[in-house]
């Protein structure tokens, strides 16, 4: 009878021990073509992101990762930074001219995910082996979208910053909320919304109806730094403050071209902005070019000023914010009188990324100011070829 009861005892331990062997292979199963080890339905949730897509994502995310120009900068506006576990090589390379990066050196500390860059594909094996839940990409098509969550076996959310001819984008909004959503952060995607919201809204007021003089911005990043020729026909502070920009009588209504200095020399704009990412560029063509820039009225009446570049690595919204502010005490000085732009600009930071980085943007780029081509200089301006 002993023996027969001690032969019942080991027959069940190893049946239940069986039990266990076959559910924790269950659940390693479950993780090597997805990022959690929960299975159960409500562990995960199903969302659509900015392409449409349809995707399963678990519902207690902490890991995730940020692919494409702004991925990251979205995170970080959602406070999100602790969650993010690995970055782009871009991110390392270019930690410059960013708040979202200046404001938080320690992601520069977190292994590299691929090289980033518009177009350019993540290292899948490195994004398997930082263990994300979640994979953020912007500036992808479907079919990359899927081909990264089929090959890492993680689920892809893309994201969209539209095209922000002002501060307010719904697709943009959006993104936000949905990133929060994710991220258990939808409070503080709706406060950043609202934020956005109120500073456009208060511009517009204060500047609404006012007779606005010409105006004009040139050295505007695109792929990479050039010189004065290069602009917007629809800047976003300047549609934000009603301002005359003489670009926007181009045929081109869709943002960034290349016009020619005879355009300039024609239009004569009472007021020029160097967007300060290619402002080494333009004093290198004043030296080579000093009458032609001398026949421009703006620069004969001292009405040239220098402005934080906001399009590097997609826009950040808050430097193009922070320059609205500083155009308007420029143009309107009346109506700015109680606004102090580099304050204004550090309370815009402080909010958006945590820290107030105005200082650390005017050393590397030359901060508000009146620009003198004769003699302005600048510590660097973008990378020519990123």
């Not at 678990?58 to 995170?75: D, E, F, K, M, Y």
């Not at 079919?143 to 892809?156: L, M, N, R, Y």
């Not at 959310?157 to 991220?183: C, Q």
Request: proline share 6%; with cysteine; hydrophobic share 40%.
């Amino acid at each position: 009878m002993k023996k027969a009861l001690v032969l019942f005892v080991i027959l069940l331990v190893v049946s239940v021990a069986g039990c266990i062997g076959t559910s924790t292979s269950s659940s390693t199963s479950a993780t090597s073509s997805a990022p959690t080890v929960k299975t159960s339905s409500a562990s995960y949730m199903t969302i659509t992101d900015a392409l449409g897509r349809t995707v399963k994502v678990p519902t207690n995310v902490t890991r995730v990762v940020a692919v494409g120009p702004g991925a990251l900068r979205i995170l970080v506006y959602l406070n999100a930074t602790k969650d993010v576990v690995g970055i782009e090589e871009f991110e390392k390379k270019y930690p410059f001219g960013r708040p979202y990066i200046l404001a938080h050196p320690e992601l520069l500390k977190l292994p590299v995910i691929g090289p980033g860059g518009p177009g350019k594909l993540p290292d899948m094996e490195a994004l398997i082996k930082v263990h994300p839940q979640v994979i953020f990409m912007v500036f992808v098509s479907r079919q990359t979208a899927d081909e990264v969550q089929s090959k890492t076996g993680i689920p892809v959310v893309v994201l969209s910053y539209g095209t922000l001819k002002n501060f307010t984008d719904e697709t943009f909004f959006r993104s936000l909320l949905l990133a929060g959503k994710i991220l258990g952060k939808e409070k503080r995607a709706e406060e950043v919304i609202n934020f956005i919201k109120e500073q456009q809204s208060y511009l517009e007021n204060l500047t609404k109806g006012l007779e606005s003089p010409t105006v004009y911005v040139g050295g505007i990043g695109y792929k990479g730094a050039h010189g004065i020729t290069s602009t917007y026909t629809d800047y976003a502070p300047f549609t934000v403050l009603h301002l005359n920009n003489i670009a926007s009588k181009l045929p081109s209504k869709n943002g960034w071209v290349q016009v020619d200095k005879e355009f300039l020399l024609k239009e004569n704009p009472d007021y020029i902005f160097i967007d300060e990412g290619g402002l080494k560029i333009i004093l290198d063509d004043y030296k080579s070019n000093p009458d032609f820039y001398n026949s421009l009225k703006a620069v004969q009446e001292g009405h040239v000023y220098g402005v934080l570049p906001y399009n590097f690595y997609n826009t950040n919204i808050g430097i193009a914010i922070a320059d609205a502010y500083y155009i308007g005490k420029v143009i309107y000085p009346e109506r700015f009188k109680n606004i102090d732009p580099v304050k204004k600009a550090n309370e815009i930071f402080t909010f958006l990324v945590g820290k107030p980085v105005y200082d650390e943007l005017a050393k590397e780029f030359g901060g508000f100011g009146k620009v003198n081509l004769a003699s302005g200089n600048v510590t660097y301006g973008l990378p020519t070829n990123p």
